[in-house]
């Protein structure tokens, strides 16, 4: 059964610094990986979804990368903005059956 | 402006009662899917949807309905065989086939008590 694991939890920096979240899933045989953004009591933003043959995919100062092999993927934040502030989802899924499985995310704090 | 709607974002009902949240999309998807959202958990699929008049459980859909009459349309229904109905809904939506982006709507906060 697939198994969806982000860490850290938690993380605080200061404005201005270039980060990394992490995603670990225990199936290598993903279809596709999304990564989102939900703001306090919103619903999720999509950011990046990357394709089990990509390798990356960007968008401005977001990078996602993707290693199947190695059953992960790092959503890199370039030059990190206070409105970066949120918490960062990502969501495998490995079925090709709509069925997508959730880390629990990571809550970035980016200080002014 | 093309979007996912959720309404109400704020529901409160007493125990015992059957509840249904709506949802609507205006992006032409074919697929929609609720998930459930509690506190440091991650997002748990309730039920999900690839065409009309055709649903599929989730992981969790044990104490909810759902019905896909038309495309634009995903009601889910909490009935009182929920044991812990307090939580987040979240609806979403995406083209059909297995690589689209999901979109998500703003969410409705249920309270049961």
């Known amino acids: 059964k697939q198994e969806v694991t982000q860490i850290p939890a938690a993380l605080s920096v200061p404005e201005g610094e270039n980060l990394v979240l992490n995603c670990s899933f225990t199936d290598s045989a993903i279809y596709n990986l999304q990564w989102f953004r939900q703001d306090p009591g919103k619903g999720l933003t999509s950011l990046l979804l990357i394709q089990s043959s990509q390798r990356e995919q960007t968008s401005g100062r977001l990078n996602a990368s993707l290693d199947k092999s190695s059953g992960r993927s790092t959503l890199y934040i370039a030059a990190s903005q206070p409105g970066d502030s949120a918490t960062y989802l990502c969501a495998v899924d490995s079925s090709g059956t709509y069925k997508y499985i959730f880390g629990t995310g990571t809550r970035l704090k980016v200080l002014a | 402006d093309g979007g996912i709607t959720q309404s109400p974002k704020y529901l409160f009902r007493k125990e015992g009662q059957n509840v249904t949240l709506s949802c609507e999309q205006n992006?032409?998807?074919?697929?929609m899917y609720w998930y459930r959202q509690d506190p440091g958990q991650g997002l748990r699929l309730i039920y999900y949807s690839q065409i009309v008049n055709d649903f599929q459980k989730g992981d969790i859909a044990e104490g909810y309905s759902v019905s896909r009459e038309k495309k634009e349309s995903f009601p889910l229904t909490v009935t009182s065989a929920q044991k812990n109905p307090t939580a987040f809904y979240l609806c979403?939506?995406?083209?059909?086939?297995?690589?689209?982006?999901?979109?998500f709507g703003p969410g409705t906060r249920l309270t049961v008590t």
């Open positions: 992006l032409n998807h074919d697929a």
């Open positions: 979403a939506s995406s083209m059909a086939g297995v690589l689209h982006e999901q979109y």
